[in-house]
């Protein structure tokens, strides 16, 4: 009887040994689809032209072999003034977007999250569903008209826009979430009633209550806001390409798509395109190991679709 | 105490509400009123727009334009195919994760990575690597005996272009899912799986039985979200085939890139009508399916 059992535990071991196998191989097989484009991306930034079209590809490249002139050629090579693609522009711009555009949006999702998680007023649960349905309706409604009202603010124009003209058009439209504003509500909505009516009888303000209070409490979830707010400048590509006259004032995503096609010849450049791409995709997997733990949990518990 | 409160609370929403009403409420209202304006030129008279009547003619013009009916069908092939398949793809792994004791943490870290990537710049990447001569699925074809498939150069075919499309869709599309799903499966609790096991129910009855009706309201929920997004797909198109839109020109078009066609012609009679047409349809087309996406939910999800 005790052999039988044994016998059974035994092939029960056997039998997760071997399913855990199988689950191993089978993540470790979707880890390396998942990982194969970045790495291919990185390898044939480092390639020179015979390396690139070679067959079959070259798959491994010794560090000591790396070739760095795709990138040089991407700063040093100028055409009308202009690197090939002057991606400290770029990356200056996309970082000055990044952060008004955060700042303006933090601002207004704490205040309103406040009022709805916290006030009562006539009209809260009419004004949040209609907030609400707005995250329905395709952005590109919006944008039609949007442009328009740039060119009424003057902030656009093709011979004259300035700086400060591009940076406000870049930003203004975009300093509003509803997503954002819903999550923030929920944690709000979370902190005890009791607290709040504590610091009325003590004759602590509104404004104060939620300075002193509800921000440092909420304080995780509004970093994550930020962090998830400021790299979604890194993807904005046609509104940026649609209200600024010149490259210079464009952002990482603009200069990458069109160039690096050589002119005499009509064939596209891999090696600098790679790297450009490069360039482009590193600062935000830097931002993302530095706060993976907020980024992972953030868009898990809000459901943020990027 | 609560009525004092009433003008304060308007107070703090006045910045979010006056940024909307510019930036949203005002310009939606305004698409449906250029959709139906006749002649419409938006940058005539200092820039206040003038027309000549209103007509329905700008829907009439796009449900007779071949492009448009393009547009719709790759779109319609994007969303209905790159959906399913990716939510079938991020479950399986999801829950094989689950089932593992160690590394989840890096298989999960791993896996998010296409989410915070720029789809212009990692598109690209693939693009490069569906070249037909040096790029490297061809070439990993070629292990297994298969002849390169020409994905995206100037001859290629619809189908090899889609595919194309789809693989790069699906990749991207993944991250965010299988972080929900695993996120979703933590919180199922053990004692279903427990008592299967009791049962000694087969890996897939446990998958089919409990794993997937414990999840059916995120999965409803997902499968909503990524409907909305891969209608609204344009960033990976730009990323695999460029302004060209395609292969050949307009090839992959979809709705929002036909939308985007007529973002420099704010100077061109009745253009940008034309364009608010289209993405009045692209909403209703939205609606339509969240909507359809409910009503199946409401006989199939288990809350």
């Known amino acids: ?306 | 105490m609560e009525t004092r409160n009433n003008w304060k609370a308007w107070l703090y929403l006045a910045p979010l509400l006056i940024l909307m009403g510019i930036w949203i409420f005002y310009p939606l209202i305004n698409a449906f009123i250029i959709s139906v304006y006749e002649n419409y030129l938006p940058l005539a008279n200092n820039g206040a727009g003038q027309a000549t009547g209103y007509t329905l003619q700008n829907f009439v013009r796009i449900l007779n334009d071949q492009l448009f009916w393009k547009a719709l069908g790759n779109t319609f092939v994007i969303a209905l195919i790159s959906v399913p398949v990716s939510i079938i793809l991020a479950l399986v792994i999801s829950v094989a994760l689950k089932s593992i004791p160690k590394l989840t943490g890096f298989f999960q870290t791993v896996f998010f990575l296409p989410y915070v990537t720029n789809a212009i710049a990692i598109g690209m990447a693939f693009a490069f690597m569906f070249h037909q001569n040096y790029g490297l699925f061809n070439y990993i074809l070629s292990w297994f005996g298969l002849d390169p498939v020409n994905w995206i150069g100037g001859t290629s075919s619809w189908w090899a272009q889609m595919s194309a499309l789809l693989i790069f869709t699906v990749w991207s599309g993944l991250a965010f899912k299988i972080l929900v799903f695993t996120s979703g499966l933590q919180n199922i609790d053990k004692q279903y799986y427990d008592a299967a096991k009791i049962d000694s129910a087969s890996k897939w009855t446990v998958f089919r039985r409990i794993t997937v009706p414990l999840l059916s309201p995120l999965i409803l929920y997902i499968s909503i979200t990524s409907m909305i997004g891969a209608l609204k797909a344009y960033n990976s198109v730009i990323g695999l085939f460029g302004e060209e839109l395609g292969a050949q020109p307009y090839s992959m078009i979809t709705i929002v890139a036909f939308v985007y066609k007529f973002r420099s012609s704010y100077t061109d009679v009745g253009y940008i009508s034309y364009a608010a047409a289209a993405a009045i349809i692209l909403f209703v087309i939205t609606v339509i399916f969240s909507l359809i996406q409910g009503a199946v939910s409401r006989k199939r999800v288990h809350y």
Do not use: C, H
């Open chain 1, 1 to 306: 009887m005790s052999d039988v059992f044994v016998l059974n535990e035994k092939a029960y071991k056997r039998k997760k040994v071997i399913s855990n196998i199988i689950t191993y191989a089978f993540l470790s097989l979707v880890a390396i689809s998942v990982l194969i484009p970045f790495y291919w991306m990185i390898l044939t930034s480092f390639k020179t032209w015979t390396q690139i079209e070679a067959i079959p590809p070259i798959l491994y490249l010794a560090p000591s072999k790396w070739n760095l002139s795709n990138y040089t050629d991407l700063f040093l090579t100028t055409s009308a003034g202009q690197p090939l693609f002057p991606f400290f522009t770029y990356l200056k711009n996309t970082v000055l977007i990044s952060l008004l555009t955060t700042t303006g949006t933090i601002i207004t999702t704490i205040l309103s999250a406040f009022a709805f998680a916290r006030l009562n007023f006539k009209g809260r649960d009419t004004v949040f569903a209609i907030l609400l349905a707005t995250m329905m309706v395709p952005g590109e409604i919006f944008i039609l008209t949007n442009f328009l009202t740039i060119n009424k603010f003057g902030w656009y124009s093709i011979y004259d826009q300035t700086y400060s003209d591009a940076i406000l058009a870049m930003t203004i439209p975009f300093m509003v979430s509803v997503f954002y504003i819903f999550y923030l509500r929920q944690t709000f909505k979370q902190i005890p009633n009791e607290l709040y009516y504590a610091a009325k009888v003590d004759g602590t303000s509104d404004f104060k209550y939620l300075l002193k209070v509800m921000i440092p409490v909420a304080m995780p979830t509004i970093v994550t806001i930020i962090i998830l707010n400021a790299m979604g400048a890194w993807s904005a590509y046609i509104w940026p390409a649609m209200v600024t006259a010149e490259d210079k004032y464009r952002l990482v995503s603009n200069g990458l798509r069109g160039a690096f096609t050589d002119t005499s010849t009509g064939r596209t450049d891999y090696g600098q395109q790679m790297a450009a791409a490069v360039l482009v995709t590193m600062p935000l997997l830097i931002v993302f190991f530095t706060f993976r733990k907020q980024i992972m949990r953030g868009v898990s518990r809000s459901g943020i679709k990027g």
